[in-house]
Nanobody, 115 residues
Framework: QVQLVESGGGLVQAGGSLRLSCTAS????????MAWYRQAPGKQRELVAS???????NYADSVKGRFTISRGNAKNTVYLQMDSLQPEDTAVYYCNAQIWGIFSWGQGTQVTVSS
């Protein structure tokens, strides 16, 4: 069991930046992958970026070159640096931790980008 707490969402103008943080507690040594997902109103939840325990990184095509995922030194924290934000990035962003295919989710943090 892993508990996740996100922070860092908010309102920003198009072209601006935000940094999301997520801290995991519980069975953190068993985490294989940490990731950020997002869900916009009326849409399915989608993967934004992921990072494995071996530091392999994957991005959705829509955020490549604008978003950067990273892990803290303690390995139980994951960040999402979001630059050049656009209105279509508006969504609730969820932190995710995976332990051998079992997903844990944070409560979500709202990101709103105004045009």
């Amino acid at each position: 069991q892993v508990q996740l707490v996100e922070s860092g969402g908010g309102l920003v103008q198009a072209g601006g930046s935000l940094r999301l943080s997520c801290t995991a507690s519980g069975n953190i040594l068993r985490i294989n992958t940490m990731a950020w997902y997002r869900q916009a109103p009326g849409k399915q939840r989608e993967l934004v970026a992921s990072i494995t325990s071996g530091s392999s990184i994957n991005y959705a095509d829509s955020v490549k070159g604008r978003f950067t995922i990273s892990r803290g030194n303690a390995k139980n924290t994951v960040y999402l640096q979001m630059d050049s934000l656009q209105p279509e990035d508006t969504a609730v962003y969820y932190c995710n931790a995976q332990i051998w295919g079992i997903f844990s989710w944070g409560q979500g943090t709202q990101v709103t980008v105004s045009s």
